[in-house]
């Protein structure tokens, strides 16, 4: 399932064929993925200039000359290709089939993007220009604005008695953060997950601060290779693969050093967690 990092490679890789192109031709080939796309979409977009790709929490916004924007979500199994060559081959998930894809957009440059999505939990929309949109309107602030701060994120989890997961989760605290990356920065700050978010010192939250960035740029980083070694080798993008410390990883060594620990996975709020029970606390 794609998370922000995932995101941010797709948008990387889309917005040398985007910005700045018009979007000749709108190929709709059903009404609706998660919810209905809106009836005007294919008149909305043909015609119109992308004056800037841009990304707030897991979306992709289109912004056009005409006012407003596109919102592409990848939703679980959402997947992008561009003239054939793929961008965002995820972890696990199946070959792509042509009749998951649902919008085609041809440049005026002839450069088609594909709207692949298998589980059809992705979602198209339009934002209208000065609208403030209901997917967006409730965000936090994103992992790396500067006003994401330590003192932000303490102040957020201040007297919560739910676990940090779960509040680490919570798009209003901070945006964009999914399963994956939460566990990951738990393990490497040695929290455990069931711990009440409003029970951890603040120079422990300073410390999940600033990991919560760490893992997001190592996987940001490990996705824009993956695009480069892509454009180098054979023009099809391989799967680009994390190599987590706890994620998926139940029963086998922890990889901290000198831990000696096992990885365990629990459930909760009904989504698997794993982390270390020997030096997460
Ligand atoms: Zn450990």
């Given at each position: 399932m794609p998370e922000l990092p995932e995101v941010e490679t797709v948008?990387?890789?889309?917005?040398?064929?985007?910005?700045?192109?018009?979007?000749?031709?709108?190929?709709?080939?059903?009404?609706?993925?998660?919810?209905?796309?809106?009836?005007?979409?294919v008149q909305v977009l043909t015609g119109a200039r992308v004056t800037a790709l841009r990304r707030?929490?897991?979306?992709?916004?289109?912004?056009?000359?005409?006012?407003?924007c596109l919102l592409l979500h990848l939703g679980m199994s959402g997947r992008v290709r561009v003239e054939g060559a793929q961008l965002g081959d995820f972890h696990h998930d199946p070959p792509i089939l042509p009749q998951h894809d649902h919008l085609v957009l041809t440049t005026d440059e002839g450069t088609t993007i594909t709207l692949n999505d298998a589980r059809r939990f992705g979602a198209v929309d339009l934002v209208r220009e000065g609208q403030d949109h209901p997917?967006?309107?409730?965000?936090?602030?994103?992992?790396?604005?500067?006003?994401?701060?330590?003192?932000?994120?303490?102040?957020?989890?201040?007297?919560?008695?739910?676990?940090?997961?779960?509040?680490?989760?919570?798009?209003?605290?901070v945006a964009g953060l999914g399963n994956i990356y939460v566990c990951e920065a738990l393990h490497r700050a040695g929290i455990?997950?069931?711990?009440?978010a409003g029970r951890i010192g603040r120079d422990r939250i300073a410390?999940?601060?600033?990991?919560?960035?760490?893992?997001?740029?190592?996987?940001?980083?490990a996705g824009g290779s993956s695009l480069r070694d892509?454009?180098?080798?054979?023009?099809?993008?391989?799967?680009?693969?994390?190599?987590?410390r706890v994620y998926g990883r139940e029963g086998q060594p922890c990889r901290r050093q000198g831990c000696g620990g096992t990885i365990r996975r629990i459930v909760q709020g009904g989504r698997s967690t794993w982390y270390c029970p020997a030096c997460q606390r």
């Open positions: 948008r990387r890789g889309l917005a040398p064929h985007l910005e700045g192109r018009v979007i000749a031709r709108v190929d709709q080939r059903r009404p609706d993925l998660r919810w209905p796309m809106p009836e005007d979409l707030r929490s897991k979306y992709i916004l289109a912004d056009l000359d005409r006012g407003g997917l967006l309107a409730a965000l936090g602030p994103e992992p790396f604005d500067p006003a994401f701060t330590p003192a932000r994120l303490a102040a957020a989890l201040a007297g919560r008695r739910t676990a940090i997961k779960a509040a680490l989760l919570d798009q209003r605290i455990h997950p069931a711990r009440a410390l999940l601060h600033g990991l919560v960035r760490e893992v997001l740029a190592e996987a940001i980083e892509h454009r180098q080798a054979s023009g099809e993008l391989g799967y680009f693969q994390h190599s987590f």
